[in-house]
């Protein structure tokens, strides 16, 4: 059978899958705190028609005859550069400025918690701070942040303080702080829908997570601002170009599977 056929099948599903991540990118352009993926490509493991011969005696040397046998995904990346911002002015909305990655848990018993970059909080029936699911944010002590009763109205400060605002007018500090873990490799966190992370040892060494504040230099997590949040990063005029790019890639290993079948029904001709 010949090796071209076998070579546009592998083309064709390597685009699949990038148009498959271009799909994926497209849904979410609007979804908040959302990393585009792209799709890594590579060569297959090349046949080798004959060696290598050295040159020798006035002789010169022969280099390797090799044929590819097609392609194959090598990576599909998380592209974590920051999203545009979107102004909301609800003080619960909060955009990372910088690296890092906001905490949440479902519940007690989790050990290790999600990590998230979007910041649409808002404050439940009992003062604790949670995600549009229900998950509980936690504060750079590892607890999940709960506000007092007798708290009317606050705001967050840079550093992920939240700022009590007394009925005079005053402020009062309150000493939580919205906790954000600096992860090493963002691209090796694992996406489990939600717009959450789940930590793995390729995120950070061993798959530790340390929360912090905001706008320490020594973790370098950025600063927090109140009344924004981060929308996608995914830029459409890329997605369609490489939407275009795949559509035609996928055409043309098509179009190679096609010839192969060509050339074969004349090789059963010869028989007539």
Do not use: W
Request: charged residues 15%; aromatic residues 4%; negative net charge.
């Amino acid at each position: 059978m010949l090796r071209s056929m076998y070579s546009g099948i592998s083309g064709m599903k390597g685009f699949q899958t990038k148009l498959d991540v271009i799909g994926n990118n497209i849904a979410n352009v609007n979804t908040i705190g959302f990393k585009a993926s792209r799709v890594m490509f590579s060569d297959i493991l090349s046949q080798t028609i004959s060696g290598v011969t050295a040159p020798v005696d006035g002789v010169g040397g022969i280099n390797p005859q090799q044929v590819g046998l097609g392609s194959a995904v090598m990576a599909i990346d998380t592209i974590h550069t920051a999203g545009s911002a979107m102004t909301t002015n609800v003080a619960t909305d909060l955009r990372i400025n910088g690296d890092g990655f906001f905490a949440v848990i479902a519940n007690e018993d989790q050990e290790v918690p999600y990590l998230t970059r979007a910041g649409n909080f808002t404050v439940d029936a009992i003062g604790q701070l949670v995600n549009g699911d229900g998950m509980r944010v936690l504060s750079s002590d590892g607890d999940p942040i709960v506000l007092d009763e007798d708290i009317t109205a606050f705001r967050i400060s840079a550093t992920g303080e939240i700022i009590s605002i007394l009925a005079d007018g005053t402020t009062e500090n309150t000493g939580i702080f919205i906790g954000v873990v600096k992860v090493t490799n963002p691209a090796g966190l694992e996406k489990i829908g939600g717009n959450l992370y789940q930590m793995t040892t390729n995120a950070n060494p061993e798959g530790e997570l340390e929360l912090g504040q905001a706008g320490d230099p020594e973790l370098g997590t950025g600063t927090i601002i109140s009344g924004q949040l981060e929308m996608s990063n995914v830029d459409l005029t890329t997605e369609f170009t490489e939407m275009i790019v795949a559509q035609r890639g996928f055409q043309a290993n098509s179009r190679i599977i096609t010839t192969s079948d060509e050339i074969l029904q004349e090789v059963v001709n010869l028989k007539r």
